[in-house]
C-alpha cells in the first residue's frame, strides 16, 4: 500500500519533466533548422520558367535560411516524375517542390498518378503568376491570332504546337484553342521550355502556347512574334499584345503559377518557418523587381491560400479535361 502510494506522485512527476523537457526542446529543435543544404527540386530542365523562378527564390532563400540551396533539375512525365520525387522524400524541410498549375491538371489528365497532389504535400507559397503567350517564328506569315486560324485550317501536313509536356497548362491551352478555332494541330510534347524554344526557334515547331518567361528575350530580339496571351487581361510584359479573348476566343483565360510544396508530413515549425522567409522575399522590393523582368507576377501567399488555389484549380481544369477529352496512360 505505502509502495503504490508513493510511486504514483513520482510517476506525475517524471511525466511532468518528460513533458517540459519536449516543450524545451521542440522549438530549438525547429529553430537549429536548416543544419545541411536545402533543395529545390524542379520538374522540367533547366532554362524554363520553374528553372528562373526557383533560382531566383533559392539565391534570396539562402541568405535568410543562412544555408545553402541547391535547385536540381527533376524533369520528365509532365512534371510527374519530380513530385513523385519529392512525395517520397524525406519530409525533413530539406527536399521541397517548385510546383506549378501543370500539377493540378495533371490529377485528371493522368489515369495513374504515384502520388495524390493535395494530401501528399503540404503547400507554402506561390511564387508568381505568368501569363502564357502563343507566339511563332518571326519568319511566320501569321500577324494575327486569325492569320493563324485561316493557315491552320488550310495547311497540309497541320501545323504544330510544342507544349512542357503531356497534360501541362500549355498541352491543354493547345487542345482548348484547336476547340474554340475548330483547328486541328499536331501536339509536340517536350520535356521543357528549353528545348521547346529551341526548336521553335530552328522551325521545327510551328507555334507554342509557353509562358512569357523564357520567349520574352527572343520576342525583345524580334526572332519570335507574340499574337496573344491567354489569360483574361493583357501582360504588363507585353501590353501591346492582345489577349486571345480581344482576339475572337471568348472567355478564354488560363494561365501558369508556380508554387513551393513539401512532403505532407514535414513538421509543421519548419514548414511555417519556410513559408514566411518565403513570403518575405517574394513581397520585397528586389525580388518583384526582378519578376517584372521576366514578365512575371509576383503573389507571396500564405499555405492556406496557396491549398485554396491548388483545389479550385484541380476543379476547374478537371472539367475541362473531360470537355476536351484528354487522357495519358
Not at 524542379?42 to 528562373?52: E, L, Y
Not at 483565360?253 to 514548414?271: C, S
Amino acid at each position: 500500500m505505502t509502495h503504490a502510494r508513493t510511486t504514483k506522485p513520482l510517476r506525475l512527476v517524471l511525466t511532468a519533466a518528460v513533458t517540459a523537457l519536449y516543450l524545451c526542446t521542440s522549438p530549438a529543435q525547429a529553430q537549429a533548422w536548416p543544419e545541411r543544404p536545402v533543395t529545390l527540386v524542379v520538374p522540367f530542365p533547366a532554362g524554363g520558367t520553374t528553372d528562373v523562378l526557383a533560382r531566383a527564390l533559392a539565391e534570396k532563400l539562402q541568405q535568410s535560411l543562412g544555408q545553402t540551396v541547391i535547385v536540381e533539375s527533376k524533369p520528365g512525365a509532365g512534371a510527374t516524375l519530380g513530385a513523385d520525387y519529392v512525395a517520397k522524400a524525406k519530409p525533413d524541410g530539406y527536399t521541397l517542390l517548385v510546383g506549378a498549375v501543370h500539377h493540378t491538371i495533371a490529377t485528371s489528365v493522368y489515369k495513374k498518378l504515384p502520388y495524390d497532389f493535395q494530401k501528399d504535400f503540404a503547400p507554402l507559397t506561390v511564387i508568381a503568376m505568368v501569363p502564357n503567350v502563343l507566339v511563332v517564328s518571326a519568319a511566320s506569315p501569321a500577324k494575327t491570332v486569325a492569320d493563324l486560324v485561316a493557315q491552320a485550317k488550310s495547311a497540309k501536313p497541320e501545323l504544330s504546337y510544342g507544349s512542357n509536356g503531356n497534360g501541362t497548362a500549355q498541352h491543354l491551352i493547345g487542345t482548348q484553342f484547336q476547340n474554340q478555332t475548330g483547328t486541328t494541330l499536331l501536339h509536340i510534347p517536350y520535356k521543357g521550355s528549353g528545348p521547346l524554344t529551341t526548336d521553335l526557334l530552328g522551325g521545327q515547331v510551328t507555334m507554342s502556347f509557353d509562358t512569357i518567361t523564357p520567349v520574352l528575350p527572343h520576342i525583345q530580339a524580334g526572332k519570335l512574334r507574340p499574337l496573344a496571351v491567354t489569360t483574361a487581361k493583357r501582360s504588363s510584359a507585353l501590353p501591346d499584345v492582345p489577349t486571345l479573348a480581344e482576339s475572337g476566343l471568348v472567355g478564354f483565360d488560363i494561365g501558369t503559377w508556380f508554387g513551393v510544396l513539401a512532403p505532407a508530413a514535414t513538421p509543421k515549425p519548419v514548414l511555417m518557418r519556410l513559408s514566411e522567409e518565403m513570403q518575405k522575399i517574394i513581397r520585397s522590393p528586389d525580388f518583384k523587381k526582378r519578376m517584372a523582368e521576366i514578365g512575371a507576377e509576383p503573389v507571396g501567399n500564405t499555405p492556406e491560400q496557396m491549398a485554396s488555389q491548388i483545389k479550385d484549380a484541380t476543379e476547374k481544369f478537371a472539367r475541362l479535361v473531360k470537355d476536351a477529352k484528354v487522357t495519358i496512360d
